[in-house]
């Protein structure tokens, strides 16, 4: 039979020898790469939303490379969970403060993502998110939940985002400060149905995850983009990493009743359970869309005002 063994081969970021395929975009363009060739290939839709992207060449803790990263063709499925605002507040560093939902209550996320084609080639990825207020205003905590839902602009703090991939690990931890590190990950997503599996160190059950796909609408390239960003430190500074998602479909189910999530033993499950999720009030799968993720930039980060969104209550169900 004939060997399925891939080859690799060893890059330099920052300092770290990295693997990668022999071959892929990474290794032929080192992010840097060919529209024209990548247009060619039959997975990827179109490459229109790129080429009003233009990339630039930065220094950063690995290594000059350039920004945007470009993800050519994704899946993803999120779910969106109330949970305690102290338990929230809890987790988050001091200079953040939650979204609030409601008196009480505020909004975390756990996201699955498969990559089929990007610039640092095929990987997966889970995450456990919190959403909290824009870090450069001291807006009404409500105020900023419409603006940022009219907008389709979130902003959020990330608790765990395990991959699968070594250079994904590398760049996310040492470039953007993201809390990575890899496992084997497991993520279909298709019309029918978002499936997920994530291991822990062990190899056994960290989170496992299915969902019927809801109804996925289409859209034109371009007519659905939605932006967020994230907040981490590095090397004890704040930043900011502004990431677009270009939708093509996807569909959303409120108040979903077909949803499995299993916690297991691990780093992603003790961050859910930590923040003590009340429950799931929005399940949204993407069958397909594409996303430019740029590199971090330097963000003041202030201590929010206390409002009467943020004053905890005690709600039916919430363990506070």
């Known amino acids: 039979m004939p060997s399925t063994e891939q080859h690799t081969v060893t890059v330099d970021l920052g300092g770290r020898s990295v693997d990668v395929p022999e071959g892929g975009l990474y290794d032929r363009y080192r992010m840097n790469p060919d529209l024209d060739e990548i247009a060619r290939d039959p997975r990827v839709s179109s490459v229109d939303f790129f080429r009003q992207l233009p990339k630039t060449k930065v220094d950063s803790p690995i290594g000059p490379t350039f920004t945007p990263n470009f993800y050519y063709r994704i899946?993803?499925?999120?779910?969106?969970?109330?949970?305690?605002?102290?338990?929230?507040?809890?987790?988050?560093?001091?200079?953040?403060t939650p979204l609030p939902f409601a008196p009480g209550l505020g909004i975390v996320s756990v996201m699955f993502f498969r990559y089929d084609i990007c610039d640092i080639d095929f990987y997966t990825e889970a995450a456990v998110g919190i959403a909290v207020q824009p870090?450069?205003?001291?807006?009404?905590?409500?105020?900023?939940?419409?603006t940022d839902l009219k907008n389709?602009?979130?902003h959020s703090y990330v608790l765990s985002l395990p991959v699968s991939s070594d250079i994904a690990q590398v760049r996310g931890h040492d470039g953007y400060g993201f809390p990575k590190w890899v496992t084997d990950l497991d993520v279909h997503i298709d019309n029918e149905r978002a499936t997920a599996h994530v291991a822990n160190s062990t190899g056994g059950t960290d989170v496992a995850f299915s969902a019927r796909t809801p109804?996925?609408?289409?859209?034109?390239?371009?007519d659905q983009v939605a932006s967020l960003s994230s907040y981490t430190t590095i090397n004890g500074v704040w930043h900011s990493t502004f990431s677009q998602t270009n939708i093509l479909s996807a569909g959303t189910e409120q108040?979903?009743?077909?949803?499995?999530?299993?916690?297991?033993?691990?780093r992603v499950s003790d961050d859910i359970r930590s923040l003590r999720p009340i429950r799931t009030i929005?399940?949204?799968?993407?069958?397909?869309?594409?996303?430019a993720l740029h590199m971090p930039v330097p963000t003041s980060v202030h201590r929010h005002r206390r409002n009467l969104f943020q004053q905890?209550?005690?709600?039916?169900?919430?363990?506070?």
């Open 312 to 320: 905890p209550i005690t709600c039916p169900g919430a363990r506070s």
């Open 75 to 96: 899946s993803t499925a999120r779910l969106t969970m109330l949970a305690p605002y102290r338990a929230i507040r809890s987790r988050l560093p001091e200079e953040l």
């Open 255 to 266: 108040l979903p009743r077909s949803i499995d999530l299993r916690l297991g033993s691990g």
């Open 152 to 154: 389709n602009h979130l």
């Open 282 to 291: 929005q399940l949204d799968v993407m069958t397909e869309g594409q996303n």
């Open 215 to 222: 109804r996925q609408e289409v859209h034109a390239s371009g």
């Open 135 to 146: 870090a450069r205003h001291g807006r009404g905590g409500f105020v900023d939940l419409l």
